[in-house]
């Protein structure tokens, strides 16, 4: 398909035709001047409104919230999402195989992640592939029902990602780094101020990584590129205009994972280097996006603004699929082929109107939306005969763990589409901060949302649509209170849904799930004001969510709708201490239950607690270390693997060798702990201990 490709081109070669209109004008008119400053004045204080849609601190959203800034992302070594949401309060990264992840936070999957606070939610819940952390200026992890950003979703939380924008100074950094299974990273990240009164600049960043991994035969390489350009337009306006292409290749890729649990219950102990995939197998995904937004200041307090985002992907693989049950000796597993071409189109339009208004001798926040995304895929399959639910021979194995020549490829059959589907949804939002008195503020919104699918579920399940349509309100209800100058207590009340895309045993597509979430908390600001520190007291309920039951007599995995209680609470503080430490640390404690009261999603670890904290050196001022640990208490799957209680710890060092150029050392898995991650869906052993070494040189 040549459509994405088009796409990218138009948005470039339109990018740059106004770049060069904007670069010609090099003697600006008196009044540019004047209209100058509110450009700059944008860009230099930017604020996200990922948590509630309204500009606010996070000390005044009554929801937790955690943040990976790009400093922490860059020192820590993250580069990509995966491996950063892996370090945030309350959030567990699920690995379903080497190319698919799902996200879960207070017990259940993340099935919302937006880019600048759009997107549409993903009701399976599986991410492909890692976005690459150079792109984004912050990560943010809201966590509760989202009642206030979307329509759909569920009572686990949203990850917001924010790209980095245009700044008002020219410059940037380059960087290089080498580590361990051959790992090899080029990065460069430029702004550039375009025109002589400062009212249009340009961003360009661009990353690309090749590394072999410890797992056999498995090969990553993955490279983006992002363009953004914002500038005036007339007296009060600003258009913004970016592209990013992903070109994401995996060689040896995992479908599915390690089965370890035997059939006389002991649990297999293999290299944590084992994989099931065969040389042949490839996961390669390319994405290609452009977005243009455009806010216009109808006065001091209000602004009116439209966004539109297009994504365009392609997934093409060749994958080995190992089931069965495990025998003493590891033999007793089967294997199955498949081959696949998929591709996907998102489309997102997005108006409205934000500001502040009088009443009451006092002054309100409101915001009012309209928003309409829509979404295209399709998945072709190669198989015998060209019939889609027609399968390979399932081919014995040699015990496990077996080489990436066990199984020889097959001979594929023709390319048929199998899978195809279609959703759109459609929701009109409002959200006001009221300010009721000067220590009391109330934050309200309401979603009304329209959501219609159709076509076969996204991962060939072939359910029925019963009622294709959904159509709900869903409210939000905040309160707010500073207690002191410096202490705030808040609640707040928000339910959700999520059509499914799971089937029941007759293979009928389950009604949407319902979400509530409720949460009671305490914010404070220590150290003058650098250090804010959470804790959050929260009940999170799943009404009819998916529940995994068996196997159908059409061989199809089919799912039970169960009311799934969370409660539990956490504990979060993160800033400075003192001029040169930064610390992050939170603890989560999670009771999670079904319908008869009795624990439910034992993959899901109880207790979490993590921590982050870094410092210059006294000593010497040149040099800045840093250390984050993350802890989870034991996790089991009933007929699968089991993983006690562990700690992982990653550290590095910094050495700035002059005021341009730093040096940095990673260790990753400080300790080399051999640990089980992936239960939800199998397993597969965490890196042991690995290196990496980087220059950064600011431009």
């Given at each position: 398909?040549?459509?994405p490709?088009?796409l990218?081109?138009?948005?470039?070669?339109?990018?740059?035709?106004?770049?060069?209109?904007?670069?010609?004008?090099?003697?600006?008119a008196?009044?540019?001047?004047?209209e100058?400053?509110?450009?700059?004045?944008?860009?230099?204080?930017?604020?996200?409104?990922?948590?509630?849609?309204?500009?606010?601190?996070?000390?005044?959203?009554?929801?937790t919230?955690?943040?990976?800034?790009?400093?922490?992302?860059?020192?820590?070594?993250?580069?990509?999402?995966?491996?950063?949401?892996?370090?945030a309060?309350g959030?567990?990264?699920e690995?379903?195989?080497?190319?698919?992840?799902?996200?879960?936070?207070?017990?259940?999957?993340?099935?919302?992640?937006?880019?600048?606070?759009?997107g549409?939610?993903?009701?399976?819940?599986?991410?492909?592939?890692?976005?690459?952390?150079?792109v984004?200026?912050?990560?943010?992890?809201i966590?509760?029902?989202?009642?206030?950003?979307?329509?759909?979703?569920?009572?686990?939380?949203?990850?917001?990602y924010?790209?980095k924008?245009?700044?008002?100074?020219?410059?940037?950094?380059?960087?290089?780094?080498?580590?361990s299974?051959?790992k090899k990273?080029i990065?460069?990240?430029?702004n550039?101020?375009?025109?002589?009164?400062?009212?249009?600049?340009?961003?360009?960043?661009?990353?690309?990584?090749?590394?072999d991994?410890?797992?056999r035969?498995?090969?990553?390489?993955?490279?983006?590129?992002?363009?953004?350009?914002?500038?005036?337009?007339?007296?009060?306006?600003?258009l913004?205009?970016?592209?990013t292409?992903t070109?994401?290749?995996?060689?040896?890729?995992?479908?599915?994972?390690?089965?370890?649990?035997?059939?006389?219950g002991?649990?297999?102990?293999?290299?944590?280097?084992?994989?099931t995939?065969?040389?042949?197998?490839?996961?390669?995904?390319?994405?290609?996006?452009?977005?243009?937004?455009?806010?216009?200041?109808?006065?001091?307090?209000?602004?009116?603004?439209?966004?539109?985002?297009?994504?365009?992907?392609?997934?093409?693989?060749?994958?080995?699929?190992?089931?069965?049950t495990?025998?003493?000796?590891?033999?007793?597993?089967?294997?199955?082929?498949?081959?696949?071409?998929?591709?996907t189109?998102?489309?997102?339009?997005?108006?409205?109107?934000?500001?502040r208004?009088?009443?009451f001798?006092?002054?309100?926040?409101?915001?009012?939306?309209?928003?309409?995304?829509?979404?295209?895929?399709?998945?072709?399959?190669?198989?015998?005969?060209?019939d889609?639910?027609?399968?390979?021979?399932?081919?014995?194995?040699?015990a496990?763990?077996?080489?990436?020549?066990?199984?020889?490829?097959?001979?594929?059959?023709?390319?048929?589409?199998?899978?195809?589907?279609?959703?759109?949804?459609?929701?009109?939002?409002?959200?006001?901060?009221?300010?009721?008195?000067?220590?009391?503020?109330?934050?309200?919104?309401?979603?009304?949302?329209r959501?219609?699918r159709?076509?076969?579920?996204?991962?060939?399940?072939?359910?029925?649509?019963?009622?294709?349509?959904?159509?709900?309100?869903?409210?939000?209800v905040?309160?707010?209170?500073?207690?002191?100058?410096?202490?705030?207590?808040y609640v707040?009340?928000?339910?959700?849904?999520l059509?499914?895309?799971?089937?029941d045993?007759n293979?009928?597509?389950?009604?949407?799930?319902?979400?509530?979430?409720?949460?009671?908390?305490?914010?404070?600001?220590?150290?003058n004001k650098?250090?804010?520190?959470?804790?959050?007291?929260?009940?999170?309920?799943?009404?009819?969510?998916?529940t995994?039951?068996?196997?159908?007599?059409?061989?199809?995995?089919?799912?039970?709708?169960?009311?799934v209680?969370?409660?539990?609470?956490?504990?979060?503080?993160?800033?400075?201490?003192?001029?040169?430490?930064?610390?992050?640390?939170?603890?989560t404690?999670?009771?999670?239950t079904?319908?008869?009261?009795?624990?439910?999603?034992?993959?899901?670890p109880?207790?979490?607690?993590?921590?982050?904290?870094d410092?210059?050196v006294?000593?010497?001022?040149a040099?800045?270390?840093?250390i984050?640990?993350?802890w989870?208490?034991?996790?089991?799957?009933?007929f699968?693997?089991?993983q006690?209680?562990?700690?992982?710890a990653?550290?590095?060092?910094a050495?700035?060798?002059n005021?341009?150029a730093?040096?940095?050392?990673?260790?990753?898995?400080?300790?080399?702990?051999?640990?089980?991650?992936?239960?939800?869906?199998?397993?597969?052993?965490?890196?042991?201990?690995?290196?990496?070494?980087s220059?950064s040189?600011?431009?």
């Amino acid at each position: 398909m040549n459509k994405p490709f088009t796409l990218t081109a138009v948005a470039v070669a339109s990018a740059c035709a106004l770049l060069g209109a904007v670069h010609a004008q090099t003697t600006p008119a008196p009044t540019q001047q004047i209209e100058s400053v509110v450009v700059t004045g944008k860009r230099a204080n930017r604020i996200s409104k990922g948590a509630t849609g309204l500009a606010m601190e996070l000390k005044d959203t009554p929801q937790t919230i955690s943040t990976l800034d790009k400093e922490d992302i860059a020192n820590f070594g993250l580069t990509g999402s995966n491996e950063a949401l892996a370090l945030a309060t309350g959030i567990n990264v699920e690995l379903w195989e080497t190319n698919r992840a799902t996200f879960n936070a207070r017990g259940f999957d993340i099935q919302l992640t937006q880019l600048d606070g759009l997107g549409m939610s993903n009701s399976w819940g599986t991410v492909v592939g890692r976005e690459d952390t150079f792109v984004f200026d912050k990560i943010e992890l809201i966590r509760g029902a989202n009642g206030l950003l979307t329509g759909v979703g569920n009572a686990s939380g949203t990850i917001n990602y924010v790209r980095k924008r245009p700044t008002n100074e020219d410059g940037g950094e380059a960087n290089i780094a080498f580590g361990s299974w051959g790992k090899k990273r080029i990065g460069l990240d430029y702004n550039k101020v375009l025109s002589d009164d400062g009212a249009w600049a340009a961003r360009l960043v661009v990353a690309h990584e090749d590394k072999d991994s410890y797992l056999r035969d498995l090969k990553d390489q993955r490279t983006t590129v992002y363009g953004v350009v914002d500038g005036q337009i007339g007296r009060n306006g600003v258009l913004t205009v970016g592209v990013t292409a992903t070109d994401s290749k995996q060689d040896g890729a995992m479908w599915g994972s390690l089965t370890l649990r035997r059939s006389d219950g002991t649990q297999a102990d293999l290299p944590v280097g084992s994989s099931t995939a065969q040389k042949y197998n490839y996961w390669n995904v390319e994405s290609r996006s452009a977005f243009i937004e455009y806010a216009h200041r109808l006065s001091d307090d209000w602004e009116a603004k439209v966004t539109y985002n297009n994504r365009q992907g392609k997934e093409s693989t060749k994958l080995f699929y190992v089931y069965g049950t495990l025998n003493p000796d590891n033999t007793g597993l089967i294997g199955q082929h498949y081959r696949s071409e998929g591709d996907t189109n998102n489309q997102t339009l997005d108006v409205n109107l934000s500001g502040r208004f009088s009443a009451f001798g006092r002054k309100h926040d409101l915001l009012v939306g309209l928003n309409r995304s829509e979404e295209e895929l399709s998945t072709d399959t190669y198989v015998p005969g060209g019939d889609c639910l027609a399968g390979y021979a399932n081919p014995s194995l040699p015990a496990q763990p077996f080489g990436g020549d066990a199984v020889p490829e097959p001979t594929w059959g023709q390319r048929t589409t199998c899978t195809t589907g279609e959703q759109s949804l459609t929701r009109l939002y409002v959200a006001s901060r009221l300010q009721l008195t000067d220590a009391f503020k109330a934050i309200l919104g309401v979603n009304a949302m329209r959501h219609v699918r159709g076509g076969q579920s996204r991962y060939g399940s072939g359910g029925k649509l019963l009622d294709p349509k959904t159509q709900e309100v869903s409210p939000y209800v905040g309160f707010t209170y500073d207690i002191t100058p410096d202490v705030l207590g808040y609640v707040s009340y928000s339910d959700i849904f999520l059509p499914q895309e799971q089937a029941d045993i007759n293979g009928d597509l389950l009604a949407p799930v319902k979400g509530i979430n409720t949460e009671v908390g305490v914010k404070a600001e220590w150290l003058n004001k650098s250090l804010l520190t959470t804790f959050a007291l929260f009940t999170a309920k799943q009404e009819g969510l998916a529940t995994y039951a068996g196997v159908n007599a059409a061989g199809q995995w089919w799912y039970k709708p169960v009311n799934v209680e969370s409660k539990g609470f956490e504990i979060e503080a993160t800033g400075r201490l003192g001029k040169d430490a930064k610390i992050t640390t939170g603890y989560t404690r999670l009771i999670l239950t079904g319908d008869d009261g009795k624990d439910i999603y034992e993959w899901v670890p109880r207790n979490t607690f993590n921590v982050r904290v870094d410092s210059g050196v006294p000593a010497l001022p040149a040099l800045r270390v840093g250390i984050a640990a993350r802890w989870q208490s034991d996790v089991s799957k009933a007929f699968g693997p089991s993983q006690g209680a562990y700690v992982k710890a990653d550290a590095f060092a910094a050495y700035s060798l002059n005021d341009r150029a730093t040096l940095r050392v990673n260790v990753n898995n400080l300790f080399d702990k051999k640990a089980v991650g992936g239960l939800q869906s199998g397993a597969i052993y965490i890196p042991p201990r690995h290196y990496s070494v980087s220059l950064s040189y600011k431009l």
